[in-house]
């Protein structure tokens, strides 16, 4: 996903845990965030919490799969910009990122 986000023109930095996103964040600026809800170490939600005491005004998109819908209506309630059921086509999550960068 990275890499097709790439080659749109999209910077991406891709971090493999939630730790590393938030260890990420720590030391660098971003325009949003994409957000699984199922990473190994640390549940998505958890994640979208630290993010928003960090960075508050910073979208976060999760992506999420077709069985936890309810976790991503939470995000939602937990400040999450939109989500997206996995697999997602590109161009709509560009889109996404787009509408969250812009707004």
């Known amino acids: 996903m990275s890499k097709r986000l790439g080659r749109r023109g999209v910077?991406?930095?891709?971090?493999?845990?939630?730790?590393?996103?938030?260890?990420?964040?720590?030391?660098?600026?971003?325009?949003?965030?994409?957000?699984?809800?199922?990473?190994?170490?640390?549940?998505g939600i958890e994640i979208l919490h630290i993010f928003k005491k960090m960075v508050p005004d910073m979208p976060v998109i999760m992506l999420t799969g077709h069985g936890s819908e309810q976790a991503a209506r939470e995000g939602m309630q937990?400040?999450?910009?939109?989500?997206?059921?996995?697999?997602?086509?590109?161009e709509e999550l560009l889109d996404k990122v787009h509408k969250a960068v812009g707004r």
């Open 11 to 43: 910077r991406v930095t891709p971090v493999a845990s939630g730790t590393e996103a938030i260890r990420v964040l720590r030391g660098s600026d971003f325009d949003a965030a994409i957000l699984d809800l199922k990473l190994e170490d640390m549940d």
């Open 78 to 90: 937990s400040g999450a910009f939109d989500y997206l059921l996995k697999p997602c086509e590109l």
